[in-house]
């Protein structure tokens, strides 16, 4: 499945889903670190493998507990680089939200949260001026969860954990290595809320 009609699929999803009498929702810049699994490993002699990543989430959370979000994050050299090429992570998910409004929906609250979704991992390898190129997308899981903190109705601070793990196989430059690809992430974002 392309990134692409993922995407397209999590915005659909978000757009249907039905109305509650009052529904948050919010965009929310991250930033991150990813750490465990594949994440930070140096592929053969690269080198300067990051653990960076950044990205945004659109929520929408309904009166009551249940919610959708669409999580979209970059991790730049998730493998290295070198000299003659880089590499790069891209995560795009569709999740459920459960989480409980302490405080309710307008003002100062606080909402602690658990989530789990499925969506697409993009794992791209560049070396040799695109002579060598690895270029695997594949379905993946996540599951996590955080805390929300709102300061008034429209701007928060949110922080947050996740898991990370394709269904298959992902091939990269060290081809004897090829295995299912999971992190972790961390990460805290401002939450803008409408």
């Given at each position: 499945?392309?990134?692409?009609?993922t995407l397209a699929l999590m915005l659909l999803l978000g757009a249907?889903?039905?109305?509650?009498a009052r529904a948050d929702g919010m965009i929310i810049p991250f930033l991150g670190v990813n750490f465990g699994g594949n994440a930070g490993k140096n592929i053969g002699d690269a080198i300067d493998a990051k653990r960076?990543?950044?990205g945004a989430s659109f929520a929408f959370m309904g009166a009551g507990v249940i919610g959708l979000e669409a999580d979209i994050a970059h991790s730049p050299d998730f493998y290295g680089k070198t000299d003659i090429g880089g590499s790069s992570v891209l995560t795009a998910t569709g999740n459920l939200l459960f989480g409980v409004p302490i405080g309710g929906q307008k003002g100062v609250g606080f909402r602690p949260y658990a989530l789990a979704g499925i969506g697409v991992?993009?794992?791209k390898v560049d070396a040799f001026s695109d002579v060598l190129n690895f270029d695997n997308s594949?379905?993946?899981?996540?599951f996590g969860g955080g805390a929300m903190f709102f300061f008034g109705?429209?701007?928060?601070?949110?922080?947050?954990?996740?898991?990370?793990?394709?269904?298959?196989?992902?091939?990269v430059l060290d081809i004897s290595r090829s295995d299912r690809l999971d992190f972790g992430r961390a990460s805290a974002g401002l939450i803008l809320r409408f």
């Amino acid at each position: 499945m392309s990134v692409k009609r993922t995407l397209a699929l999590m915005l659909l999803l978000g757009a249907v889903a039905p109305a509650t009498a009052r529904a948050d929702g919010m965009i929310i810049p991250f930033l991150g670190v990813n750490f465990g699994g594949n994440a930070g490993k140096n592929i053969g002699d690269a080198i300067d493998a990051k653990r960076l990543n950044w990205g945004a989430s659109f929520a929408f959370m309904g009166a009551g507990v249940i919610g959708l979000e669409a999580d979209i994050a970059h991790s730049p050299d998730f493998y290295g680089k070198t000299d003659i090429g880089g590499s790069s992570v891209l995560t795009a998910t569709g999740n459920l939200l459960f989480g409980v409004p302490i405080g309710g929906q307008k003002g100062v609250g606080f909402r602690p949260y658990a989530l789990a979704g499925i969506g697409v991992i993009r794992s791209k390898v560049d070396a040799f001026s695109d002579v060598l190129n690895f270029d695997n997308s594949e379905v993946a899981w996540d599951f996590g969860g955080g805390a929300m903190f709102f300061f008034g109705d429209h701007f928060g601070l949110r922080g947050d954990i996740r898991y990370f793990r394709t269904f298959n196989a992902v091939d990269v430059l060290d081809i004897s290595r090829s295995d299912r690809l999971d992190f972790g992430r961390a990460s805290a974002g401002l939450i803008l809320r409408f």
